[in-house]
């Protein structure tokens, strides 16, 4: 089978593997698509450390059952599933606790394992889901990320006629706005610096589009929400427009910081304003069990798949589409990765 393997810093290799066959426990998956994540990026410009070459790179994905190994029972060949990339060690006390996106020694798919950017993948069975035959591979790949941002969601623990402020409209960020807007916010603003993606989001539902290389965003924000925004929430994964929009948030309100930063930078926050105002400041890291809502979600169609992933580019193309990931995004948002 052909398979794109990350052997060393920004470099990936299209390799002839053999097709693997599944243990005890394990689906053998046809993959149907896979999406390209930021993540991705990142690990092949050697950022991550839990990913080391060679591997076969690709998280979100979606695919068919093509053979069950030994004790599988949920499953059967020719369902339609989304996976759950991420697998806690079981064992450490937040594994026990449920928290398996804090695992002390998760084994990831696409990091660790071989992931989705080949023909055949290996899944266990406990973090493939099923999905209906309907959700075509926009909805697949989808799943994974939507299972992140309704993490993040269920943490805001949101307030009914509330505001809320998303920084950042690529396809994290469009995801909280379907979201938000599906929730009881009564004000829904985003900025995005690209002319494409800030369109999106006004058809996706959110009220104001404020582009902050051209307009005042303080005042945009408190003109359309007087006293600041409940909620504040960072999709740009960049600290220079959480620092700018921080003020921007009112007293009892809450930021959530879900966009991954670089851990180099910061935050110049005062302990005294953090009192003073009651803020709250949190995180959101990989879905702990959400991924069964998500695929809910994708079926019920409340989520603008097709908008959403708007370029779909064959196995052999994968260098292609990581640049393009980079240098597309006035026209890109998703891009799915198919088997030739």
């Not at 994905?61 to 369902?79: H, N, P, Q, R």
Request: glycine content about 10%; charged content about 20%; aromatic content about 4%.
């Amino acid at each position: 089978m052909k398979a794109a393997v990350y052997v060393s810093k920004d470099t990936i290799e299209m390799q002839d593997l053999p097709i693997p066959k599944p243990g005890v426990g394990e689906i053998l998956l046809k993959v149907t698509a896979c999406g390209i994540c930021g993540t991705d990026c990142h690990i092949l410009a050697g950022e991550v450390p839990l990913a080391k070459p060679p591997v076969v790179l690709g998280h979100e994905i979606c695919g068919t059952v093509a053979e069950l190994g030994k004790g599988v029972s949920s499953l059967k060949v020719g369902d339609n599933v989304c996976v759950d990339p991420v697998i806690g060690c079981g064992v450490c006390v937040w594994c026990k606790q449920g928290m398996t996106n804090l695992c002390d020694a998760p084994t990831i798919i696409g990091y660790k394992l071989p992931g989705g950017f080949e023909e055949y993948t290996l899944v266990p069975e406990t973090h493939a889901y099923r999905l209906t035959s309907n959700v075509g591979i926009e909805g697949g790949i989808l799943a994974e990320t939507l299972a992140c941002v309704l993490h993040g969601y269920d943490r805001l623990n949101l307030r009914a006629g509330s505001s809320a402020l998303i920084l950042g409209a690529g396809c994290v960020g469009l995801l909280w706005t379907e979201l938000l807007r599906k929730s009881p916010i009564t004000t829904l603003i985003q900025t995005e610096i690209i002319d494409f993606r800030a369109k999106l989001a006004e058809e996706l539902g959110a009220e104001i589009v404020i582009n902050p290389t051209r307009d005042n965003l303080k005042k945009a924000v408190l003109q359309a929400s007087p006293g600041g925004v409940d909620y504040l929430i960072d999709a740009t994964g960049d600290a220079t427009p959480i620092q700018e929009a921080l003020p921007l948030v009112r007293k009892g309100g809450t930021v959530m910081l879900f966009g991954v930063c670089p851990s180099q930078q910061s935050l110049a926050v005062e302990p005294f304003e953090m009192f003073n105002r009651e803020l709250t400041i949190m995180g959101s890291k990989m879905p702990p069990a959400t991924l069964e809502r998500a695929a809910r979600l994708v079926e019920s169609g409340l989520i603008s798949q097709k908008k959403l992933v708007n370029k779909v580019l064959p196995l052999s193309k994968i260098s292609a589409g990581v640049e393009l990931f980079h240098k597309g995004k006035s026209e890109t948002v998703k891009i799915a990765v198919v088997p030739d």
